[in-house]
């Protein structure tokens, strides 16, 4: 049940990085980001390293500042989050 709930936080991260890229629900994304940070540092890994630097893209974002790297980190956090939920 927990490894769902995570992978529901990942997915919500990728759709928040999503809504950033164009300016939509700040708010909602510094929330999600700030649980994704704790999550990460909580579950602390290689993965979680990743996780870390999906919320400083997720801040650079936030300012505007965006590029094919997020849409990596977009990619990365739904397979994430969808492997997650199957698994």
């Known amino acids: 049940m927990e490894v769902k709930l995570l992978g529901v936080v990942d997915l919500l991260a990728a759709f928040s990085l999503i809504l950033l890229k164009f300016g939509l629900l700040k708010q ?3 929330i999600i980001g700030l649980i994704l940070l704790v999550k990460s540092l909580v579950f ?13 893209v997720m801040a650079l974002a936030f300012m505007g500042i965006s590029g094919i790297i997020t849409w990596v980190f977009v990619v990365w956090l739904i397979q994430k989050g969808l492997f997650s939920l199957l698994g």
């Open 28 to 30: 909602f994304a510094i």
């Open 44 to 56: 602390f890994n290689i993965v979680g390293f990743i996780d870390i630097i999906a919320v400083f």
